[in-house]
């Protein structure tokens, strides 16, 4: 079975350009997570879709974060325009179901230096 | 709201020796999930064990095993016989029933010497 993958890996980009991360979940999911962690932290959930529908961005910074899954299969989040304090990895995740229990795998991520 | 604690930033474990690692969380929620992932410094999350609120034993998953304390709200992780591989992050985690959102602890650096 696949696991989640993400692309790019790596990004540099300078302050106040524009990025976008892509993110395949497993076959079959139906939940998909985007989760920013930034050095020596634990990761935080930016945004999650049941389907093709946002269950929570409660933590999204909405004036710049973006995010969307139109076929309720991959999905893509953008950031523009960046800042210095978005530099992190960004994770996505996949999961059968929004049920507490099914466990959430996880992407490889994407490195994200904003300069 | 969940929050979870991990007080230890980092430790160092002899090869073959056992280590534990401590998480405490707090939630209001009836029902939860806890679960552990290892983050290797390649940055991939993988997921270990996971100990539901309900469950009437301790989780395991072949070196891995959860010493779950519900009274105590505590779900420390023990790594049996360490391997250097074992060297990585290790992060606690939960899920409620009423809160779907997954809520990290800040994670503990386990090293692991030959």
């Known amino acids: 079975e696949a696991g989640v993958a993400q692309s790019p890996r790596y990004k540099i980009i300078e302050k106040r350009q524009s990025v976008a991360f892509w993110c395949n979940p497993i076959s079959g999911h139906a939940t998909l997570y985007w989760y920013q962690q930034i050095l020596g932290q634990g990761p935080k959930l930016l945004i999650q879709f049941q389907n093709n529908g946002v269950v929570d961005d409660s933590q999204l910074p909405k004036d710049r974060f973006s995010a969307e899954r139109l076929k309720g299969v991959d999905s893509t989040l953008k950031i523009q325009p960046a800042k210095l304090e978005d530099s992190a990895v960004y994770l996505c995740a996949s999961s059968l179901d929004r049920t507490f229990y099914n466990e959430q795998f996880f992407g490889p991520g994407t490195r994200l230096t904003v300069l | 709201a969940q929050k979870i604690t991990q007080t230890q930033p980092g430790m160092f474990v002899q090869e073959k020796e056992a280590v534990t690692l401590d998480c405490t969380y707090d939630?209001?929620?009836?029902?939860?999930?806890l679960f552990w992932y290892k983050q290797p410094s390649s940055g991939e999350m993988i997921f270990l064990i996971y100990?539901?609120?309900?469950?009437?034993q301790n989780a395991t998953e072949g070196r891995y095993s959860l010493n779950f304390q519900k009274a105590r709200k505590s779900a420390n992780l023990v790594i049996s016989a360490s391997q250097l591989g074992d060297s990585a992050m290790y992060f606690c985690?939960?899920?409620?029933?009423?809160?779907?959102?997954?809520?990290f602890g800040a994670g503990t650096t386990v090293t692991v010497r030959a």
């Open positions: 100990q539901g609120s309900y469950d009437q």
């Open positions: 939630t209001s929620d009836p029902s939860y999930g």
């Open positions: 985690a939960m899920r409620g029933s009423n809160d779907y959102k997954l809520s």
